[in-house]
């Protein structure tokens, strides 16, 4: 009775980190790629390279797995009765996620600077 009921809460940071373990790998793989394909950088930008990369995959892949599983069967890439699991595309974007991550990271800050330096510039609606 008691015990058919599964417990609340969040969780512990170990049932956490072993649920998005193979993210978390394939985000700091992703992440150490794009660092070590990337000239001209320091190390402290490599470092939080893969940082912000493992980052960005842990955090968006649960919102884009599902969707390129979607876009994935209706374009006939995959067929939706073969054994490509879903923990096969969750690595697959977690991968992705970490090549792209810190160049998102540095593209809103980039833009921050820029709007920072000439606020106007960005407002839709200026004259001249």
């Known amino acids: 009775m008691a015990g058919d009921i599964p417990p609340s ?3 512990s940071f170990n049932s956490w980190l072993a649920a998005n373990a193979t993210i978390l790998a ?13 000239k001209d950088i320091p190390f402290w930008q490599r470092a939080a390279t893969v940082i912000i990369g493992a980052g960005f995959a842990v955090y968006g892949t649960p919102v884009f797995a599902p969707i390129a599983r979607h876009l994935a069967i209706s374009f006939n890439a995959i067929d939706a009765s073969t054994g490509f699991s879903n923990g096969s ?16 990271f540095d593209g ?20 001249g």
């Open 26 to 38: 394939a985000g700091i793989l992703g992440g150490l790629f794009r660092a070590v394909t990337t």
């Open 9 to 11: 809460g969040g969780g």
């Open 89 to 104: 595309m969750e690595g697959l974007v977690g991968l992705l996620l970490g090549l792209i991550g810190f160049s998102v």
């Open 108 to 127: 809103l800050v980039t833009w921050s600077r820029q709007f920072r330096a000439d606020p106007a510039k960005f407002w839709p609606f200026r004259r």
